[in-house]
């Protein structure tokens, strides 16, 4: 289905005239001005969720309301010298709990706020109870990111494992056992992982793991020449390689001459953008005095990082596996979303 058209918004407005404490019409205003950004006029998308949930506090409001001011109005909110939406998100979607759902759009929206938050042993019984519900991937993959996290490998083992059987279309469940079995020591099948993964590497796009992330897991097992072919078999013209230490110091162990190349050209660029800074360029005259200051002296940090790691050599990083691992982002969880097909109400 598609989204709620203009003409749409429009008709449910009118309703509204007539029935302006109809929960459900409220709730899809809500989403209509959501979806039609030339629609608003101020914050509208905001008012209606929140309307809902202060006319009647059900499953539906609560858990709408959450939703929008986690992902939508966290982004925005600084617009109105507002800062406190994410607070305020986990406290509503906490009541949306003692309502005690049924489905397992408040369970997941939940333990998935925690575990963004970095609380994974509380979000766990929450994501737990929202498998219960409903046995998705997704909600598997991100149970497991939550023990991986506690260091409970064995058991993010298990579940990575499964959910990687179930569609991983991007192989990121994949990608994190491989992570998973290094920490467990299991070196032999975390190749087997990364030989499969090479194999699926998509030049120059990221549809799937890239190569780059490919090349991490080379690296961690110390094969610095599949790693080299990793990273440049997903090519290296879109990213700053001195950017991803990991993959700079494989191409300096492996190809040196390359890495030199690349780095040079790295900072070459740098200087050319310093140049174009105090000289006006019109490519930078969006900036302010302020952000011109800040941002040439980020390029004169980098070009003397750069300098001195030719000058002295790459030494090999120390990585924190944590920061590789890869979650599934939450999705649309609200009820009654047409786009996406969502559950009308809590059922």
């Given amino acids: 289905m598609a989204s709620t058209s203009a003409q749409q918004l429009d008709d449910l407005l009118k309703k509204f005239e007539e029935h302006p404490n109809d929960l459900d019409l409220i709730n899809a205003i809500a989403i209509g001005y959501f979806e039609n950004y030339a629609k608003k006029k101020d914050k509208e998308d905001y008012d209606f969720f929140e309307k809902a949930y202060l006319l009647e506090k059900t499953v539906k409001s609560t858990h709408n309301f959450a939703w929008f001011l986690y992902f939508e109005w966290s982004e ?9 939406a994410i607070p305020k998100a986990l406290s509503i979607q906490k009541e949306c709990l003692e309502l005690n759902p049924k489905s397992f759009y408040p369970y997941y929206q939940y333990g998935y706020m925690l575990m963004a938050d970095g609380d994974y042993k509380e ?22 990111c939550s023990y991986f996290q506690l260091g409970d490998y064995d058991i993010a083992k298990i579940y990575f494992s499964n959910a990687a059987k179930r569609f991983d279309l991007e192989n990121r469940s994949l990608f994190n056992l491989a992570l998973t079995l290094f920490k467990l020591g299991q070196y032999n099948q975390l190749q087997e992982i990364a030989d499969d993964l090479f194999e699926m590497i998509e030049r120059n796009v990221h549809k799937t793991v890239s190569g ?8 961690l097992i110390e094969d610095y020449s599949k790693a080299t072919a990793a990273t440049l078999k997903q090519g290296v013209s879109g990213i700053c390689l ?63 990082s750069r300098e001195k790691a030719i000058q002295t050599g790459m030494g090999k990083p120390q990585l924190d596996i944590n920061h590789y691992l890869r979650i599934e982002y939450c999705s649309c969880l609200l009820f009654d979303c047409k786009r996406h097909k969502n559950k009308a109400d809590d059922q």
Avoid at 271 to 284: A, F, G, T
């Fill in 123 to 144: 979000a766990i019984p929450y994501l737990r109870q929202a498998m219960r519900i409903e046995n998705r991937r997704d909600i598997e993959h991100n149970l497991a």
């Fill in 76 to 84: 925005i909110e600084w617009r109105w010298n507002e800062d406190l």
């Fill in 242 to 304: 001195f950017d991803w230490p990991a993959l700079s110091f494989v191409l300096a162990q492996t190809d040196k001459d390359l890495w030199l190349e690349i780095i040079q050209d790295e900072i070459t660029d740098r200087k050319k953008w310093l140049d174009e800074i105090q000289n006006n360029h019109e490519d930078w005259e969006d900036l302010s005095t302020e952000e011109k200051q800040t941002r040439s002296e980020e390029f004169r940090v980098e070009i003397a």
């Fill in 212 to 219: 780059y992330e490919v090349a991490i897991l080379y690296f």
